[in-house]
């Protein structure tokens, strides 16, 4: 069990010839790069991601046009061909150091505009951003924040960096749903919210 960057790792150190994984679609391609002579199953074809469905390969050429030279930076939750017309991947918890790590003043981030727009408030790279998002992240609201605070005082409130920004800035803490978990188990809050997949909680207890 866990997100997609740990189980695309899994998927490496497992000695198994058939991998089955109950994940969305873009998991199940990864877990097949890695894995490229292994059989990887998906219990459902159809199962799919807002964030990755909203950009294709075609939408990637477009911006390059409008910005020749910018080098695009994409996150795993793609699909791969969206990751082949990419010039380097980036995942939720490293993504700022993947925006310096290049050295030039300007990148495009893909697909998640809020998550762009986070990692640009912690950077002096100008980050241009696509218009993605996650339909369950873009749900939380700083209302949403406030609101938990003065029902629940005390309350330690954790956000994913898909959240709007607003979001994040309300929250003591942003980080990847793996980071978030350690979080969890390093701090042990009395009490807790985790402002993303609400089965993350489950993995907490």
């Known amino acids: 069990v866990g997100d997609s960057l740990a189980l695309a790792r899994k998927a490496i150190e497992v000695d ?29 074809l159809s199962a799919g991601c807002s964030l990755a469905d909203s950009i294709t390969p075609e939408d990637i ?14 996150y795993v939750n793609t699909s791969a061909a969206v990751k082949a017309a990419s010039d380097i991947c980036c995942t939720s918890g490293n993504a700022k150091q993947v925006v310096e790590s290049l050295g030039v ?38 209302e949403d924040v406030r609101q938990l605070r003065e029902n629940h005082p005390g309350v330690t409130v954790l956000a994913h960096p898909e959240c709007p920004p607003d ?14 978990s350690n979080y969890v188990g390093k701090q042990k809050p009395a009490r807790v919210v985790l402002l993303t997949e609400c089965s993350m909680s489950d993995k907490c207890r």
């Not at 050429?61 to 994409?74: D, E, F, M, N």
């Not at 929250?171 to 793996?178: L, R, V, Y």
Request: charged letters at 20%; glycine letters at 4%.
């Open 16 to 44: 198994a010839d058939v991998i089955v994984l109950a994940g969305v679609h873009f998991m199940a391609e990864t877990a097949k790069l890695l894995n490229p002579e292994k059989t990887v199953l998906i219990p459902d």
């Open 61 to 74: 050429a477009l911006l390059r046009q409008a910005h020749p030279g910018v080098p695009v930076i994409t």
């Open 105 to 142: 003043p300007k990148v495009l981030m893909i697909p998640d505009e809020y998550l762009a727009r986070n990692v640009a408030r912690e950077t002096d790279v100008e980050i241009i951003a696509w218009h993605g998002h996650c339909e369950v992240h873009e749900l939380f609201t700083a």
């Open 167 to 180: 979001v994040v800035a309300e929250a003591d803490f942003a980080g990847s749903t793996a980071v978030m």
